[in-house]
């Protein structure tokens, strides 16, 4: 069974930085793409990046591009988001995602979610 857990998540002022991690055991991680999804209050889950088996490959949101980095380090089993110069606009519940192939594709939805972590930009 996979298991994914979050971590990192909590309370921080606009401009800000945090790094979520999100720790994956019950299948072989390094075989398939990884993301990150987020929920605001009120809205619907939403993208906000994914890498690759080697993650060499990486997709982002547009609405994250160039604030967010998205890592993993396969010997840990665990995928990271960094957030730089975060804004209000990013407080949501942040899911790690998990897919079934190796490649992201944003027709074919994650098999597999964490339970979320919260992350709160004040103004």
């Known amino acids: 069974q996979v298991q994914l857990v979050e971590s990192g998540g909590g309370l921080v002022q606009a401009g800000g930085s945090l790094r979520l991690s999100c720790a994956a055991s019950?299948?072989?991680?390094?075989?398939?793409?990884m993301g990150w999804f987020r929920q605001a209050p009120g809205k619907e889950r939403e993208f906000v990046s994914a890498?690759?088996?080697?993650?060499?490959?990486?997709y982002y949101a547009n609405s994250v591009k160039g604030r967010f980095t998205i890592s993993r380090d396969n010997a840990k089993n665990t995928v990271y988001l960094q957030m730089n110069s975060l804004k209000p606009e990013d407080t949501a519940v942040y899911y790690c995602?998990?897919?079934?192939?190796?490649?992201?594709?944003?027709?074919?939805?994650?098999?597999?979610w964490g339970q979320g972590t919260q992350v709160t930009v004040s103004s």
């Open positions: 890498a690759s088996t080697s993650g060499r490959s990486t």
């Open positions: 995602a998990g897919y079934s192939t190796p490649w992201y594709s944003n027709s074919s939805p994650p098999s597999n």
């Open positions: 019950g299948r072989t991680f390094s075989s398939y793409a």
